[in-house]
């Protein structure tokens, strides 16, 4: 007798399994030259930094005494405040009976030394956003630093960039290693204002390179705009029912939307953020011969602070909104 589909079912094996092993997409990382890499740090859970001020000048008159002034001083904090990891382990008999198990094991190790470092990206985030006063233009020199779009349905435009260039000039942030971190909705919504149906030159090769990528590729904006050398990132901290006002004092409301921040980060003195790494991302193995299984995980600790407020700007924006 023949041979069949029909009376040979236990030779079919319907349900097959592919080596290739789809992984999760990730959004970039930020480059970890956005903050103060604090090196001085190495025990203790508080770190104090000292702070110092102007010094007051004065008119100086023949035969009279000086005024002898002291400088403002004082003190920022960094604290170790987060610890965090992943732990799993794999059975013995998994690793009999399973099949690709160790590329599933170092997929696990992957994912969960990705996990910590977004989310250390998105503390830090956070942590820049928290550190003005909320519902405040927490002004430098009369000009604020924390104001919502002015663009159409809070859009990001750019009139804000050039009020916020304006904010870093008044409080003497250093021109070079200006950078904004935007919600890729802001990206979108300065795309939508030079589409090809824009009078645009077409033999410019900003404009050909704005046709071709868009406004951002690979995170970054294509071009720097106003002083500004622009990122975008998914992690951006959320802002809910604030009242702000826009740069210039109108519109003040209630706003809800995404903190896009703004900050100079030339070098040390000027970053306002700053972090500590206690411990790194590491993975640690163990053996639990008890229940015939090998145990891992991974940890990380550290802390994250802000150390000055004058080279901080946030701009809330529709987290929807494109035009």
């Excluded at 930094?49 to 002034?69: C, F, H, M, P, R």
């Excluded at 904010?167 to 802001?186: C, E, L, M, T, Y």
């Excluded at 970053?271 to 995980?297: C, H, L, N, Y």
Aim: charged share 20%.
């Amino acid at each position: 007798m023949a041979q069949t589909t029909g009376n040979t079912t236990a030779f079919i094996e319907a349900q097959q399994y592919s080596d290739f092993i789809l992984m999760n997409l990730h959004d970039g990382l930020l480059p970890t030259t956005f903050y103060r890499n604090v090196s001085d740090f190495g025990s203790g859970t508080v770190l104090d930094i000292k702070t110092v001020g102007s010094a007051t000048i004065q008119e100086i008159t023949e035969n009279e005494d000086l005024t002898y002034n002291p400088i403002d001083s004082g003190t920022v904090q960094l604290q170790i405040t987060d610890y965090i990891g992943d732990a799993w382990y794999i059975t013995d008999l998994l690793r009999q009976d399973g099949s690709q198990v160790e590329a599933l094991h170092s997929a696990r190790a992957a994912e969960a030394t990705r996990a910590i470092q977004e989310n250390f990206e998105t503390r830090f985030l956070a942590t820049m956003n928290a550190g003005q006063t909320a519902a405040d233009a927490n002004e430098i020199n009369g000009f604020s630093h924390r104001f919502k779009a002015a663009g159409t349905n809070l859009t990001l435009s750019e009139a804000d960039l050039i009020d916020m260039r304006l904010s870093f000039d008044k409080a003497n942030v250093p021109q070079g290693g200006r950078i904004g971190i935007v919600d890729p909705v802001s990206a979108a919504a300065f795309s939508k204002r030079a589409q090809l149906t824009a009078n645009l030159d077409a033999a410019s090769a900003t404009t050909q390179q704005l046709v071709k990528d868009g406004f951002h590729k690979e995170h970054q904006f294509v071009t720097e705009m106003y002083g500004f050398s622009l990122w975008t990132s998914n992690r951006l901290p959320d802002v809910s029912g604030e009242t702000l006002a826009e740069a210039n004092g109108d519109n003040s409301g209630s706003t809800s939307g995404k903190a896009n921040l703004f900050m100079c980060v030339l070098d040390d003195q000027c970053k306002p953020g700053m972090i500590a790494w206690r411990q790194p991302p590491k993975v640690e193995t163990g053996r639990d011969r008890s229940k015939k299984r090998d145990e891992f995980d991974t940890t990380a600790r550290w802390g994250v602070g802000v150390q000055r407020l004058d080279s901080l700007g946030v701009i809330v924006t529709s987290a929807t909104a494109t035009a």
